[in-house]
């Protein structure tokens, strides 16, 4: 099983300050109806070209609409370069919305 953060732990460890880069993998207008805070997007189909743009230390967590392709993103980043500071959002953007920021658009 792949390495996963339910909403709420992140939420907690974003609230306490940790440096995590947020990785968003959807496609644009996905994150232009709704986001995270300080996510960065990377859609999953440009991941093999811009596979730089993830760090390589300190936490990263992939997100997604509901947890599938930032599962997809974060196999390849293992698999293909060896990354093993990665979390997937359990749930997505979906359950970020229904349990810790209602504010954050469902679609």
Known sequence: MLPEITPTALHARLQAGEDIQL????????????QLAGSHLLPLGE???????????GPVVLIC???VRSMQALAYL??????QNLLNLKGG?????????PAVAIY
């Open 23 to 34: 990785i968003d993998v959807r496609e644009p207008m996905e994150f232009d109806y709704c």
């Open 47 to 57: 991941l093999p070209r811009r596979a730089d743009e993830v760090r390589t230390e």
């Open 78 to 83: 293992q698999q293909r370069h060896g990354r």
């Open 65 to 67: 609409h509901h947890g």
């Open 93 to 101: 953007i979906d359950a970020w919305s229904r349990l810790v920021d």
